[in-house]
């Protein structure tokens, strides 16, 4: 006997066919629904953007100020030293990457411990190494320029 199929559904039940697929990050599994193209929504990560966004304020201090050093920031933050020199290397992240962890576009699966253990000093490599495309290049473009992150806001002054 072959079930009557719609039958089976309540008529206040809604059946959504869309593509998704499911993507490790971490120890955790995401559902991902998708265009066929990425994302249909941001996926902000305010880790990472805080992350992003402390590195290159402590960089800019650093440069700026000859007396200050790693380890009086990490003091000042209430961090670990090793911390702030793993921060720093994210001042050196292909600015398309930044881009997009700014705008939520970063890849599901990449999370702030996996950058910040490796990170290749090479745009290509850290683009094949976190799964970012590589940009298409087009002279047309103008240069990228700071812009807005929305509604979320990275704290990157001292507790």
Known sequence: MTPDRSATHAEDTIVVRTAMRLQHAGVKTKLIITDGSGPLRPNLNPALIKAVARAHVWFQRLSAESTLTAAAIAREYKVSGRYVRQILRLTF????????ILAGR??????LHRMVRRLPM???????????PSPVRDERMPAIKARSVGDVTADVRPP
Do not use: K, N, S, T
Not at 106 to 111: A, F, I, K, V
């Open 106 to 111: 970063q890849p599901p699966e990449l999370q």
């Open 122 to 132: 090479a745009w290509p490599d850290q683009r094949r190494m976190y799964g970012f």
């Open 93 to 100: 992240l292909a600015p398309d990457i930044v881009e997009a």
